[in-house]
């Protein structure tokens, strides 16, 4: 990966020929109709800044962050434009400029980026302690005494956005090694960082799967980040850090596939060999490993996924696709299909499915009004299909849209689509 | 001369300080539409949301001798919307309501601001159908097609975006309102002023509103996929449906270079070991449907056709469509550089025009793909290119001037649907010849004396 926009390779900006079928596909032109907001516009912006008749500006910078990355323009983009590298490289060079940056931003960046998201000891401690904030009763105390008044402004807004922290985490519930009756595979699973802290649930359900269709899984119980988060907020040399301590930790050529459940950090996982490229002893390691990075949805469908004997009732299901599932994955039938082979389910399409529902990573923090505007379309359009149950395959996005459920009073739960395949197994035992 | 801030400040308070961008990065983006190597930073950019904020910003031009280049999603492929140089933008984006559908009289009556997809969509609610649809037709505005005179995948058997205008509002070079045609069928008073408009390329006044004519929505529709070994029975089984006295909506034609593309990016299994493949769609009642569907299908095998694929369904047509109208954007799958061309012969001189293209191609080593409308003649040969090659880009404009001149020997014009511009302004006199150059010219002056309106497209 390059540092700036200039020393990129040119021709990387010369491929958008600004046809402008992006624009329909970008939630910021169509909440704004500015062009400026619009994927094509931005890569205007950038080539401006590469052949110097633009400053690296403060206004820059704001587009940038307002940009979701939602990569939906990815999708749209007949002549294959690589937005995602261009919009990375655009924002490592706002960050290292040092542009728009406050007191209060540089620190919580310190905290999270730079430190927590590090270190993953330290980051599950820190989960432990919210834990415990939340168990004692303490979180409801402080917001009946109004304690929670006294946080900075921009804590105060996330403070009743903070997800309930998991009682226990993944290497709790999941064994570093674990066999199917009759092995065919050998996987590694990928447990996260929001993942096992707040839905290790889920990557317990995602090793089931994987056992029920002969995967033996494994699961070290110290994982590192995967770099998503610092990556796509301008920090690649920690998203290359933390890219080499993945390929160390599972050596790709050892096993099949390498499992993600979370298609936010799927899209990056897949793409260390453009992250890797300039580092010779990596880089080869990086090709090997790109190749074995697989969403769940995609593997187990690619293995002819076992259809489960029993199913969950009746049960009417509707599906959100993760932008970065997706338009950066390409994984769309996958999760669909998955959840058609549970008996008994019925699966109607949500509208705009593909659209984003705001939470982009951080940039529901970052970008609270348009995120807010977003949640809103994406939970009327879920309460609109009727479904009880809304499918979904990425932390952050189960996060937003189950809030923005609760909002709008709906009782409609949000599952993924592997918690469904894995009670389905579970309801086959029950049975028998 | 930049913008005394008088008149900022006049125009802030006509349309709205928010919809007045002058920052730099707020104009950047539109400095350009979808034309390739044309770009001109505009002085500002203004957003009105109605016509009389249209009208009394054009007044302030005029007063003040300011040019005015109007646009809506800036995917013209002549270089039309791009900014001339010191002018004011004004973006028609806003204007986006559809005012009414009515199903008696089938028409719509919309702002020019509305995508030209969504007033079909409106018709749809209503079993009706809006036939002209261009490549962009997801985010292209009603407003630019008129000014275009686009055309569309269906122009065989429906015609083009002039073919359904019925009312024009127009906002006139001084600032006055006009309104031109009506909801009547038949109309004859006067001279027809809307046509005057329609396709003038926003040099003669802005289109604000339109009213349009919609027909019954065909009820039944099959879409057809041949390839072919050679361009020419491509290019004959067009001919032969034709005098078979059928007129299919669309014969859509691309070339392995555009194939290859086309299939890069929508993976929809188009095969890729051909020459030609062949998009054909007929539309209308079930019966008539099924029996021209049948006749072309056996056409397409008695002229050589190989492959044959029939979508099964609607979502199958729909891919296959949308897989030809994403053809100009995927060649630029290729090259840095993608320059588009728009010559159209008479329809028994297309075989002779494709290869003429592939020789001269040939002969300056140029990369070209070729696609369009077989069934209208019009061709659509891409250049695959880098603009900051100095010596390939002489080579194709060599090669451009070739294309021109056999064009018009064959009895052709220089561009079929995408409109003169700043592109094919060159040749526009050779085409038209010296009195009707002159004319054109003197109904811009008549109309617009100033010179402000779009100044320096179509003609100097």
């Known amino acids: ?432 | 001369m930049p913008l005394a801030d008088s008149i900022l400040s006049r125009l802030r308070e006509i349309v709205g300080a928010e919809n007045v961008l002058t920052a730099e990065e707020d104009v950047i983006p539109y400095g350009f539409d979808g034309t390739a190597a044309l770009k001109q930073r505009p002085q500002a950019v203004i957003l009105p949301l109605d016509t009389s904020q249209v009208a009394a910003c054009v007044k302030l031009a005029a007063e003040n001798k300011i040019p005015v280049v109007t646009r809506g999603s800036g995917t013209g492929l002549s270089g039309g919307s791009v900014p001339s140089e010191g002018c004011l933008v004004l973006c028609l984006v806003k204007m986006d309501k559809i005012i009414s559908v009515d199903a008696t009289n089938l028409t719509v009556r919309a702002q020019c601001g509305v995508i030209t997809a969504a007033i079909d969509a409106a018709a749809n609610k209503h079993g009706l159908f809006y036939p002209p649809d261009p490549g962009s037709m997801k985010i292209s505005t009603i407003g630019g097609n008129v000014a275009e005179n686009s055309g569309g995948l269906r122009g065989l058997k429906y015609g083009v975006t002039r073919d359904y205008v019925m009312g024009l509002e127009v906002v006139m070079p001084d600032g006055q309102i006009a309104r031109f045609g009506n909801a009547c069928v038949k109309d004859v008073a006067g001279y027809s002023m809307k046509d005057l408009f329609i396709g003038s390329e926003g040099t003669l006044g802005i289109i604000t509103e339109v009213l349009l004519k919609l027909l019954p929505r065909p009820t039944a529709r099959r879409t057809m996929l041949a390839s072919y070994a050679r361009m020419e029975d491509a290019a004959n089984t067009v001919s032969a449906i034709i005098a078979a006295k059928i007129i299919p909506c669309t014969l859509e034609f691309l070339d392995r270079m555009t194939i290859g593309c086309v299939e890069d990016y929508a993976k929809i299994g188009l095969p890729r070991d051909c020459e030609a493949l062949l998009l054909m769609e007929t539309d209308g009642h079930p019966a008539a449907v099924a029996d021209e569907s049948e006749q072309m299908l056996a056409i397409a095998r008695a002229h050589g056709a190989g492959n044959i694929r029939v979508a099964q369904n609607d979502a199958e047509a729909l891919q296959l469509a949308t897989a030809r109208r994403s053809a100009f954007s995927a060649l630029a799958r290729v090259r840095p550089t993608t320059i588009l061309e728009d010559v159209t012969v008479p329809r028994d001189k297309l075989a002779e025009m494709v290869a003429f293209i592939a020789e001269v191609a040939k002969k300056h080593k140029l990369l070209v793909g070729t696609f369009g409308h077989m069934g209208d003649g019009n061709l659509h040969p891409t250049f695959l290119t880098d603009e900051r090659d100095v010596a390939e880009m002489a080579r194709v404009h060599d090669a451009l001037e070739e294309i021109v001149t056999r064009t018009l020997a064959l009895g052709g014009t220089i561009t079929g649907e995408h409109g003169v511009g700043l592109a094919k302004k060159p040749w526009l006199k050779r085409q038209v010849g010296d009195n009707s150059y002159a004319l054109m010219r003197q109904i811009k002056h008549a109309l617009d004396p100033q010179n402000l309106l779009n100044p320096g497209k179509i003609f100097d």
Not at chain 1, 147 to 166: G, M, Y
Request: charged share 20%; hydrophobic share 40%; proline share 6%.
């Open chain 1, 1 to 432: 990966m390059k540092p700036s926009l200039k020393l990129l390779d040119y021709s990387i900006l010369q491929q958008c020929m600004h046809c402008g079928m992006c624009l329909p596909a970008c939630p910021t032109y169509d909440a704004t109709k500015k062009e400026r907001h619009s994927p094509r516009g931005r890569i205007a912006l950038m080539r401006a800044v590469a052949d110097e008749e633009l400053p690296l500006s403060p206004a820059f910078a704001d587009e940038m962050s307002y940009c979701l990355g939602c990569l939906a323009c990815q999708t749209a983009c007949p002549a294959g434009v690589d937005y995602s590298n261009l919009l990375e490289t655009a924002r490592a060079e706002v960050q290292s400029a040092g542009l728009n940056q406050t007191f209060t931003s540089r620190l919580w960046r310190a905290v999270t980026i730079r430190g927590l998201f590090m270190r993953p000891r330290l980051l599950r401690f820190a989960g432990r302690l919210l834990w415990l904030y939340q168990r004692l009763g303490l979180q409801t105390a402080f917001r009946k005494l109004g304690v929670t008044k006294l946080l900075p402004k921009d804590l105060r807004r996330l403070e009743p956005q903070c997800p309930t922290i998991a009682t226990q985490f993944s290497p709790q519930l999941i064994r570093p090694i674990e066999s199917p009756t009759k092995k065919q595979y050998r996987v590694a699973l990928l447990t996260g960082c929001v993942q096992d802290l707040v839905f290790s649930d889920i990557n317990r359900d995602t090793a089931d799967v994987l056992l029920a269709n002969g995967c033996e899984v494994h699961t070290p119980p110290v994982q590192p980040c995967c770099g998503s988060l610092h990556a796509h907020n301008g920090e690649a040399t920690l998203a290359q850090v933390l890219a080499r301590r993945m390929i160390d930790l599972f050596p790709p050529a050892q096993f099949d596939a390498i499992i993600t459940n979370a298609g936010g950090c799927g899209n990056h996982l897949r793409h260390y060999g453009p992250l890797l490229a300039e580092d010779a002893t990596y880089r080869p390691l990086a090709k090997i490993w790109d190749t074995k990075v697989k969403d769940i949805h995609e593997w187990i469908m690619e293995q002819d996924c076992r259809a489960p004997r029993a199913g969950l009732g009746d049960l009417t299901v509707t599906y959100h696709d993760s932008c970065h599932l997706t338009h950066g994955q390409k994984v769309t039938k996958q999760p669909r299909e998955l959840l058609k082979l549970i008996p008994g389910l019925k699966l109607v399409e949500l509208p705009e499915a593909n659209w984003c529902c705001g939470s982009a990573g951080i940039y529901n923090i970052t970008q609270p009004e348009q995120a807010e505007q977003l949640l809103v379309r994406k939970v009327g359009h879920v309460i609109g299909t009727g479904a009880s149950v809304l499918a979904t395959a990425n932390p952050g996005c189960h996060l937003q849209i189950a809030r923005g459920l609760r909002q709008a009073g709906s009782a409609t739960t949000l599952l993924q689509p592997v918690t469904l395949l894995a009670r389905a197994y579970r309801a086959e035992k029950k049975s028998a």
